[in-house]
Each structure stands twice: as structure tokens, then as C-alpha cells.
């Protein structure tokens, strides 16, 4: 399916009636009736976090052996392959990551079972705050070291803008619970979020005086 600007504003829309939200839901369904153990990771989970960012696709995070007890899949959702599907309603594509595979990433990919909270308003398992943080910065670390800046750049942005947005649910302390090989560059990014929050205060009493 062709992804113009316009259609891709329009699968995103408001998160919570957005028609990709529809695809995770229908997602959730599919998932909970097969017993499969999963979470919502990439764009959809940033967004869900403040970062009001555009995608369009889901991912998923599993387990592979998990998955292939489910294909081939027919219906609202079909297989496209041994590791995505497609909602057949929107023609949005379902990317499958598999917790159980080597990514080759400065840390492992978490497990869905543990890093996974069911959202009740909008009806589906995404992964925590603070698993997404370590996760994309280990996407990024990986991009940086693989294919360079300019294509590392965006993971780089969206780690920045889920603690910048979230910034009362992170400290020194918390950070240190970190995975070792992403701890350094999440503090590094709650740094220049707080000195960024701290200046934008000093603003606004400096205007209000």
C-alpha cells in the first residue's frame, strides 16, 4: 500500500480512535485468543508515551516459538511471511521482533512477559517506559555503530523526547537500574532533558517578574 503524507496523517490521527490503534487492538484479540505472549514496542509505544510523532506500522514483540504455533494466520489478520502480517481492513503491516533471537544489540531484547503493561484505555499489552527507553537506546547505539548518525539519528531523538516528556519519572537513581551497556547514554539524555527543563523555568519567572 502507497503511503502519501495524507494517508499517513490519517492512520495516525488522535492515538486512542486512530485506525492504527484499531490494528493493535485487533491485534490484542487475535493474541489473547491464542495465549500469545506479547507487547507493543517501535513508533506506537513512543507515541503512547507523549512523543506525538507519526508511523506506519506496528510492531510487536514476542517470543518465535510462540508465533509459529499461530501461522499460518487468515482472517482480519494474515500471514505476510514467517515474520510479519498484514491488518487486511487498513492494509497496515504487523512487524513481528522475537525476544528469543540475537540481535547483536549492546543488550538483548526484554522479555514481553516482563516488560509489558496492559493499557486500559487503549485496549492492548506495550512495553513500559523504562524498558523503551533502554530498548531504543540500544537500537540507536546499534544504528550508530552500524550504518552511521544521519540513519541513527531519529532512535537518538526519540530517547530524548520520551524522558524530556516524562521527565518526573526519571532520575539518577532510576537510571542506574539501567542495563550497563545503555545506563551511560540514558543519563547522558536525562541530563540535557533537565538542564533543558530547569532553563525553560528560569524563562518563564524571568517573564513573570
Known sequence: MEMTPAKILQLNGNMRDSPLMEVVRRFHILGSSRELPYCVVGGMAVIRNGYARTTIDVDILTFRKDWRKLLPLEGEISSAGPESCVDNKTGVTIDIRFADDDWQMP???PD???VGEYDLELGAYFIGLHALVQLKTAVYLDKLRE????????DRSDVYELISRNLSKF???VIETFDPAVKKHCMKAFGTAARASDSKKRERRDIER
Open 107 to 109: 543488550m538483548g531484547m
Open 171 to 173: 532520575s539518577k537513581e
Open 147 to 154: 550504518q552511521g548518525e544521519d540513519i541513527a539519528s531519529k
Open 112 to 114: 514481553p512477559r516482563k
